[in-house]
């Protein structure tokens, strides 16, 4: 795992060298083992490095044997031992045990269509030396990220958009109409990042770079299509088959494996599978906040030593410049924050943790998924009633039953953007300043996505949509991010190109039944896991953040920040205030959308009045 930062331009290789050291050493947390760099008349590009296979042989960049084509790569291909058969067969001379060598042969062999063959994260560059040619590519998931720039006659590109502050072609100046769609999905849900002119390689793309021309196209789309003739039993047997391969594959390394474990089935099914010396927990102080006891419960089970924390509320208020600032843009999850002390705590024994992320998306989970005894009885009642009930209730403020009125009466793409939804587009005008209603609205952004699955069950349409906003954009970029900040390699083999193959053709009945969320896939875990674990519901990192704010102290503390002379810039303060204090009170909850206002406040403080 490691970080990679590059630009193309016209300034001396002398002038290259400096500004291609300085943007690596942003990002040195991705990579505190070494660094490499390579540099010509028209490019620079570095590398961080963290070691985890052929640990003295996999410094970057990487050459053929002609010495006419290099590579950086970030991530890990997973059926590299298999490609590098065949490649060795057609002649091909390795120099290292690398994985990363595969990838530059596998060019040479397939030109572009090497993405096609890789089971793998990842994000790399290939400079072709005779051509001039750039090609570059991003995992068909978005477990690794890769951000790009053209600014003043330079492409620029990097892991981390921290990185481009240091290269003095990059102007760094806030990207106006992100604000008003990150309101309601809580993350930066747009291709242009909050930095104007940043913008993201989508999962499953790719790119060439030639005479000053970008090309992108799309390698790999997610394709729904259920498989009919196969029984539930059979389809169990199938993914505990291919789960095992995938967990067996995610355990390559030359450095220890651990495993992040929560107490419900997706991190537990991965730890049972993996069977490492560790396993590593979080927590809260306060009850229901904390799945340490049922963590360490399993991993006395499985004979498996569990390493824990308890974080308490300082710690995680003043963490949050610092996870504001790793995340490069805003980000209002709150479970980024114990993934941050997680990783921090797991550094400390292991390199490399796998995790149970992905598989609601793979296999189902999600609550909204799921359509109950309750909701087919509500169903019954005329479809105009319940739609006009819906569209009422999804422009009001939260209440008890908003979820169930909505959800039953709306087709998911006029409501589903994802787990969370904050910010209505009718609230976002009382909040926002006239400046920041520009930006596109919520049903803009995912009118395309729902576009491509028009003809599909509600269950696969807003699993279709969480692969490509919630999961790239929301789940995996935290999980890239805090993990990275203290240099962990973190795996999830539920995100698996073998997996997915088989999970894109399971019918939607079998992952919702029975009132039951990934229903088959906690059938297939219950065969190696206890009863409790393979049935417990969905827990994911529950924060008490919109407790905490009816303190005085955390209370004190939101509203200073909240009347700060810059914020007016962006939001009606009055408004600000009274969504604090009707909390605080008890007359609303509004955690969620305080939590989204003030992380944003303090990512602004970070990138824009501390300058970092």
């Known amino acids: 795992m490691c970080g ?36 010509d008349e028209d490019v620079a590009i570095g590398f961080r490095r ?52 595969i ?19 990842y994000c790399f560059v290939i400079w072709d030396l005779k051509e001039r040619k750039m090609f570059g590519a991003r995992d068909i998931f978005g477990i690794k990220p890769l951000y790009y720039a053209n600014m003043n006659d330079t492409f620029i590109f990097g892991s981390e958009i921290k990185s481009f502050l240091a290269n003095p072609n990059f102007k760094k100046e806030l990207n106006e109409e992100a604000l008003r769609p990150y309101l309601t999905f809580q993350f930066s849900s747009l291709n242009e990042t909050f930095f104007k002119g940043v913008y993201k390689l989508k999962p499953g793309h790719c790119f060439t770079y030639k005479d000053g021309k970008l090309d992108i196209r799309q390698y790999y789309d997610i394709n729904f299509n259920d498989d009919l003739d196969t029984s539930m039993d059979e389809f169990s047997k199938k993914i505990q088959e291919v789960m095992k391969d995938s967990v067996e594959h995610h355990r390559i390394s030359d450095v220890k494996v651990g495993s992040f474990l929560s107490g419900g089935v997706d991190s537990s099914y991965i730890a049972k599978l993996l069977m490492p010396n560790n396993t590593f927990s979080v927590g809260f102080e306060r009850e229901h906040f904390s799945e340490i006891d049922q963590a360490k419960e399993l991993s006395d ?15 995680y208020f003043d963490s949050l410049e610092k996870i504001m600032y790793y995340s490069d843009e805003p980000h209002a999850n709150p479970s980024n924050v114990p993934l941050y002390f997680l990783s921090e ?70 409501y589903y953007v994802g787990p969370a939804f904050i910010f209505g587009e009718g609230e976002k005008d009382k909040v926002l300043q ?44 935290k999980a890239d991010k805090m993990t990275m900040a203290h240099s962990i390699e973190l795996r999830v083999p539920f995100l698996d190109k073998e997996v997915m193959n088989l999970a894109q053709t399971i019918p939607s009945n079998m992952e919702s039944r029975d009132n039951t969320t990934k229903y088959i896939l906690r059938k297939t875990a219950n065969e190696v896991l206890p009863d409790e674990w393979a049935t417990r519901p969905k827990w994911g990192f529950p924060v008490p953040f919109h407790y905490w704010i009816r303190e005085d102290k955390y209370y004190n503390k939101v509203k200073e920040l909240f009347n700060e002379d810059f914020v007016s810039e962006f939001f009606k303060v009055d408004y600000l205030n009274k969504l604090l204090d009707d909390h605080k009170n008890e007359k609303k909850q509004n955690g969620r959308k305080i939590y989204v206002i003030y992380t944003f406040l303090i990512w ?9």
């Open 345 to 414: 705590m797991t550094r400390k024994h292991v390199t490399v943790a796998l995790s149970g992320e992905g598989a609601d998306e793979v296999f189902g989970g999600n609550d909204t998924y799921m359509v109950t005894d309750k909701d087919k009885k509500y169903r019954k009642l005329p479809a105009f009633l319940r739609h006009a009930i819906g569209k009422w209730a999804l422009e009001r403020p939260w209440f008890h039953g908003r979820k169930f009125l909505v959800k039953n009466g709306l087709a998911p793409e006029e």
């Open 604 to 612: 602004y403080k970070v990138y824009f009045i501390n300058e970092v």
């Open 4 to 39: 990679i930062v590059g630009f193309v331009n016209k300034q001396s290789k002398k002038e290259k060298q400096k500004i291609i050291k300085d943007m690596a050493d942003r990002i040195i947390h991705r990579g505190p083992d070494s660094d490499g760099y390579y540099c």
């Open 301 to 315: 089970l499985l004979k498996i030593e569990n390493i824990n924390k308890t974080i308490t509320p300082d710690e």
């Open 103 to 121: 990838i530059l042969h596998g060019y040479e062999k397939y030109g572009e269509n090497v993405v096609d063959h890789l089971r793998g994260m």
């Open 434 to 477: 006239e400046k920041y209603l520009k930006g596109k609205t919520w049903k803009e952004i995912i009118a395309p996505i729902y576009e491509k699955v028009k003809d599909k069950d509600d269950i696969t349409k807003m699993k279709y949509c969480d692969f490509h906003l919630w999961l790239p954009e929301d789940l995996l970029l």
């Open 50 to 101: 963290l070691s985890i296979i052929d640990l003295s042989g996999g410094t970057q960049p990487i050459y053929n044997e002609e010495e006419d084509k290099l590579i950086f790569f970030n991530g890990e291909v997973y059926n590299f031992l298999e490609l590098r058969k065949d490649l060795e067969k057609d002649g091909h001379k390795f120099r290292t045990n690398t994985d990363t060598e």
